[in-house]
């Protein structure tokens, strides 16, 4: 069987802050290859380095050591100017927290990246709002942030990464401020209509209850990648 296109792949990877007593390893040589059309889940306790080799494939920490490979492309031999270009363009990041902008209504926060590319604001926010039909959110483009629960306010989150169409889509923790009908419903609404061949998901999490929805599951521990609980 062909396996699919790589879309991630990180080779020795390895990143440690601090010397001499203060030394610590925080990623310890770790392979991994993630593919199109593919969700795949990093799973491992806090504290195991998930969030810092999530930080290095994304182009946000430079590794100590290793490669990161991003839709064939070195990462970390780019410019600084390069890699806000690469990140911008192709990578979509749907945050723990969301980070929504509480001034600005739904149909803004989408459009935030379709602005930073120097689009027009009408038609940003035109875009904008055809996402959030698109992730079940008609007619609340207008609405701000507190007024939405946390699951739509997670929908505005998905439709903001979404709305460059990038190849890569990271989500960090995605259910951790949500209850866990709510986690699960916004976890396979991701699969049955975000995921798609031209795409990869990412999503670290240590919430084992929307382990059914990966495609494959990577565990992570003291820096290492442990295991591979599912596999293709």
Same mark, same amino acid.
């Given at each position: 069987m062909n396996l699919p296109q790589v879309a991630i792949s990180a080779n020795h990877l390895s990143k440690w802050f601090g010397e001499g007593q203060t @030394?610590?390893?925080a990623v310890r040589e770790v392979n991994v290859q993630a593919h199109f059309g593919e969700m795949l889940f990093l799973v491992? /306790? =806090? *504290?195991s380095g998930k969030t810092t080799f999530l930080s290095m494939i994304s182009g946000i920490l430079r590794p100590s050591e290793g490669q990161v490979q991003v839709l064939g492309s070195d990462l970390w031999s780019m410019s600084a100017d390069q890699l806000a270009s690469f990140r911008l363009n192709h990578l979509g990041f749907v945050f723990q927290d969301f980070h929504l902008f509480p001034?600005?209504?739904a149909a803004e926060n989408v459009a935030i990246p379709l602005i $930073?590319? *120097?689009d027009d604001?009408? @038609? =940003?926010i035109l875009r904008s709002e055809a996402m959030l039909e698109t992730? *079940? $959110? /008609?007619n609340r483009g207008q609405t701000l942030p507190v007024k939405l629960s946390g699951g739509e306010q997670q929908r505005v989150a998905i439709a903001r990464a979404m709305v460059g169409e990038p190849e890569i889509m990271i989500f960090d923790e995605p259910t951790a401020s949500l209850d866990g009908d709510t986690g699960k419903k916004i976890i396979a609404f991701v699969k049955q209509n975000i995921l798609n061949s031209k795409r990869c998901i990412l999503i670290v999490t240590h919430d084992s209850r929307i382990n059914e929805y990966a495609d494959r599951i990577v565990q992570m521990e003291n820096g290492q990648i442990f295991d591979s609980l599912k596999g293709i």
């Open positions: @030394h610590v390893m491992g /306790p =806090s *504290g001034r600005l209504t $930073l590319r *120097g604001w009408v @038609h =940003s992730v *079940g $959110l /008609p």
